[in-house]
């Protein structure tokens, strides 16, 4: 649907739910992507969120899978969209580890980063990240964002805090940013 150098950004198929569910029943991924501790979750559960949201309509859904070498190999999104501010919050996970660290993360921001400024006409969008989360926030970094604030011991991951750090990418930024 949406085509980076790498990537290709396409809607979620239900037969996609099965690896979606293991990609967020693996550890690693789960503690790399922030948010809740990792939890076990169930495959019917996963299939049940995309019923409901599929059942709700809406003209809003912002949901992709990250397709490469003809594959999910994970997913990203925008949520939290705020009409009147003309913002989003970005998400993403690459599930698949073989392709970690292999430029397939920063493809696939640049390319919902342009989704969201050219064709859903946003103004800002901007994450919450790990501040340990190395591989990402240089993912964010080149497709334009810059830190904003961080706060600090804010969560606890694997045994330790972490800070956790607001990165955004305001329209102007990215007009300059992109070639
Ligand atoms: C974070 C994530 C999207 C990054 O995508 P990726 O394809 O692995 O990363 P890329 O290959 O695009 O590399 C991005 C940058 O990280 C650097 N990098 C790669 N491996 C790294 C590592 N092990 N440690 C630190 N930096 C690393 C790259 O050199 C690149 O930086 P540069 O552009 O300055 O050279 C992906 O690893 C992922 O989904 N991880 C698990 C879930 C997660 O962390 N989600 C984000 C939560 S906020």
Known sequence: MFKGEKVTLRPVRREDLPLLNAFNNDVEVELASGGDPPMPQPLPM????????????GRDNASFV?????????????FDMDHTAHTAQLGIIIG???????????????????Y??????????????????????????????????????????????DDMVYMGVLREEWEVHTP
């Not at 996963?46 to 309509?57: D, F, S, T, V």
């Not at 990250?66 to 925008?78: F, R, S, W």
């Open 46 to 57: 996963l299939e049940a969120e995309y019923e409901q949201q599929w059942a709700k309509g």
């Open 116 to 161: 969201a400024f050219r064709y859903r006409n946003f103004r800002r969008v901007w994450l919450r990240v790990h501040a340990n989360n190395e591989r990402g926030m240089r993912a964010y970094r080149a497709a334009g964002f810059v830190e904003e604030g961080r706060l600090r011991q804010h969560v606890y991951s694997d045994g330790s805090y």
């Open 96 to 114: 698949d580890k073989e392709y970690w660290g292999r430029g397939y993360g920063r493809d696939a921001v640049r390319t919902l980063v342009h």
């Open 66 to 78: 990250i397709e490469a070498d003809g594959k999910c190999i994970g997913g990203c999104a925008l």
